[in-house]
């Protein structure tokens, strides 16, 4: 199963490393959520799949899976909601600003502005 | 921690403390906190000067970076006591008189008196320091403190320009001595300046030996403002007149001529260094004497004398190397020329030090420092007309100052080399004593014009008024008693020769010693009519001739135009290195984040593919894994389509949808992979996230309906399909080497033990690695903060400023060209800006109509 | 955000709510043993406000609870902060939780956890977090 994960976890990056270099705003913050799955899945593959029941106690087992993936995958999940709520914020700000979402146009754009002010 | 270590450290100490005593005593003047530290300084160290006359030196050592053979060794001995006297006590008049010049009012004294304390920190390290690798370190925090002061004035350009000029050239002259230093380790393996004396003769005949004694020359040429490193220090002038009185006339500058002291055992000897220290100096010498007579600012006139005197003491250092070669008697003679440079060393620090204080006092008083619209000064400033008479004289070589001995023994010493017979001195030989006394003439001329010009002659029209008069008690006490130190040096001048310059020239000459013999440092005042002292009357014979007519023939400088001067080829090569760095620099960084992306990848490419392929530990596992269920099969291949469909849709709700297909897929890979915990924050968060995205579509319809897909582009698709390659490769590769044991064994063992939890992953966050968790909420609350201010804290387009908020990279863009312009807007060549820049230029004058049009 | 006119999902919700904030409730007592804690409580409990605010509207979500989330992010940092601080007074390392067991009325044998105090501080912080960016973007408008 490892290595059926390890090509996902390659597919998953490569679909977000394209996203992340497309010109469109909303597909870049798309690409890093999709960046942040791959990493997890890595994180979760590293440690080997079902070496044990779930890591909890008491539960009459002798084996776990490894747990501290999963804390670390855990506070990822967290985090990457923050930072994905902030640069889809940032994006829709952004067109509400400059009436794009376009990488290359927000450039143009904010200088179209400065070329008013001469 | 000797008593050695903190009298060097206290001013460090005093200087991260000062602002807090600020902070208790407001109304205490920070500059008594420096005087009196300065002179319990400048005590001590009198305490330490009888043992150091007895020939025995302070040596104290601190182990710092034992691992690369870095110790903070001290080594007091006669030359650093010397410079460190002249530092103390200099620090302690320049720190008097700065209470009266700084204005207690300025917010900014802090910084002032915090600089200089450093400063004085440093320059003591400088010379007390036995380790070249510290000594590198405080030579270069001496600059930095140069800048800093310089700089003080930092809303005026010139003060700017100068900071930064000084800073160039010292910083530069550093690195060449640090890679002097670095090679002088290579030959001798120590870093040690007494190892290194003893090292001796074998590291002459090194190959790196010329390579070495260049770089550390070139450092302390470009420190001690030596032709043609010399251009900072005029433009240094910017600074307050007690930072020019201390530090660029009295102790930073003389840091080289320590350092070419310093050096001296271990070069002298050698022809190079004869040379380009003699010849170094007397061309600096006759340079700046000439220049010092067109100038017409008071200070700028004291900058090129400074910049004469030092040639003049780096000419003797020069001249005094030929002690090694010499034996008995002869010998002797060449070491008084070591003993003049050092009584001349100590001369040029009072006189030049009063100097600069009374031209600080009158700048006070009138407002003014041209020499051209001063003038009849003396009746109403009679006291600084009197110093000021002192130290010009002592400077001019008069008798009977103790600038007159000096000079009378430098003229001897110059005479010397006439019969020296090494190093094809019977021919080349004449050139130092036609030089030097074509530079004393100057000399002469500048120190007369200095006076006269300023206190002499007719009153101006803007000078009638009555308020000038002489200066407070406080800034005209350090001028007297400098000015009274220069008189009594040449009257008494065994007060220092025996207990100050003997000692400080064993040391420099450790031959002397070495042989049993004693130098006798006896100077007199009337030594008979030697060839000095008709050199001496000749100089003022033509002296008083050229100042006579100095209106006339002065006229000869404007034939030299300033365009083609070193300064000028400064500016020109610093604005050239700019703009290519600039254009260099735009081939790469072209504003693109994207483009920023495919490097950092490309690196990450290379870097993790390299070392994958290369290293021989690294093993891929294909086989013996988990089993895997026919659901799992579906989820798997479903997450892949779901994924790879993500760039295909055209419309942007069936992309976000599909993202939010892997995230709930993803759900269900944690709970077959036996994470409960995972698989329940996913599911929320995923909820959470998809809502909050059509959310923010909802309010931009025509977003909605805008249909666009992803243009397909070859290189992106490359780095993509080529980061997922590698990916796959490092899974791999992890899973099939495993040389270290889980640490997760100690969490399943310890979770119930002694955190008292069953959910190890829920003991691991909360417990084991709280702090983790506890900077990760702190995160998501910058991030909410972050999301809250964006939205609800915008600025109303009319705001002042609220330009800078929107565009913040461009305002950095402007910045910049205005940093551009005002680093060449003076004296440097404004036509030359490129195109670019004046765009920019031109771009950043209305920032404030920019912010409506954006409304 | 609009007037919800879903009259089902209206009523659902209003019932579905109380079921989901019970839920998470439970997740974040049950932290320490079993699946849940903080984290997962507090977004659980923001995803049930979240349901109300798509039923009905933010309007709705602040009159029902009438405080400024980002005062509850605030107090849950400084929770978690201050647990982690009150270590020192017992001379032990920053974070270092004490956990002992207890009898209690009604509940018979009980374990107290100090981990619980930090476990509630970003419980607070998360639904604090959350809430603030929802209502911030469903307010602009």
Redesign the interface.
Known sequence: ????????????????????????L??IV?GT??LT??V???L???????????????RGQEQ?????P??L???S??????????F???S??A???L?T?N??WL?SE?SR??G??? | MSPLHFLTLSPFLLAAVLPLLGKMAPRLHKGWVAAVWSAILFMTLIGYSAEIQAGSPINESLAWIPSLGISFTLYLDGLSLLFALLITGMGTLVSIYSIGYMNAAENSLNRFYVCLLIFMGAMLGLVLSDNLLTLYGFWELTSVTSFLLIGYNHAKQRSRYGALKSLLITMTGGLGLLSGFILLYIMSGTYTIRELFEAGAPLASHPLFLPAMLLILFGAFTKSAQYPFHIWLPDAMEAPTPVSAYLHSATMVKAGLYLVARMSPIFAGAPEWFWIVSLGGLITLLYGSVTAVKQTDLKGILAYSTISQLGLIMCLLGLSSLTGLMEGEERLLYAAAGTAALFHLLNHAVFKGSLFMIAGIVDHETGTRDIRKLGGLAQVMPIAFTISLFGALSMAGLPPFGGFLSKEMFLEAVIEPLHAGVFRLETWGVLFPIIAWIASVFTFVYSALLVARTFLGPRKKELQHSKIHDAPFLMTFPPALLGVLALVLGLFPSLAAYSLIAPAVEAMMPIITASGERLSPDIKLWHGFTPALWMTIGVVAAGTLLTLTARKWTRVYTFFPSKFSISGFYDVSLNFFERLTFRVTSLYMN????SY??YI?GFMLLVLGFILFNSADITFR??A????APY??LI?LG??AA??A??FTKS?PV??IL?GT??YL?TL?FV???????AL??MV?ES??VT??LL?FY??P??RTEQ?A??F?LP??L???A???L??L???A??GTNPFE???DY??RE??ESAGG????NV??VDF?GF??ML?IM??GV??L??YN??KL?RKATDVGSRQV??EG?FAEEDAAEMRKSQYGYDGPEADFNEQAEEET??SD??A??GE??A | MPKGSDIFLQNVSKIVVFIILAFALYLFFTGH???GGG?IAG?TSAGALLLLALAFDIDTVRKVLPVDFKLVMALGLLIALCTGTGAFFFGEPFLKHAFGYFHLPLLGKTELHTALIFDLGVYLA?VG??MT?LI??GEDS
């Open positions: 199963m490892e290595v059926i994960v390890a090509i996902i976890v390659g597919v998953l990056f490569a679909v977000g490393i394209y996203l992340i270099l497309t010109q469109d909303l597909r798309l959520s999709l799955h791959a997890h899945l890595l979760l593959t590293m440690a080997m799949l079902k070496t044990g029941a779930a890591p909890l106690l008491d776990f899976a490894d747990p501290l999963q804390a995958i855990l506070t999940i967290v985090i990457n909601f923050g930072i994905t709520a902030f889809l914020v940032l829709y700000r067109y509400q600003k009436d979402t990488m290359d450039r904010s502005h400065r008013h002010s001469r | 504003g693109s984040s994207r992306i495919k990848l294909v086989g894994y988990a089993q895997i799992e099969w798997l997450l892949a994924a790879l993500v760039p942007r992309a976000i993202t892997v995230g993803m890979m077959f992979l036996r994470a409960p915990d995972l924050t996913q968060v959470i996230s909050l995205y923010c309010h931009l025509k977003l666009r992803v243009r582009q992106n698709f780095v993509a399909v980061v997922g390659i990916m796959t490092i899974a791999l992890v899973l889980p640490v997760s969490y399943v979770s119930y069953k959910n190890i992953v691991i966050l690695r983790d968790t990760e995160v998501l991030a909410s972050g999301i964006m939205i915008r929107m565009h461009e031109a771009e209305s920032p109509k920019g049009e954006n | 043993v079993s699946p984290f977004l998360v977090v959350t960016i911030t973007i």
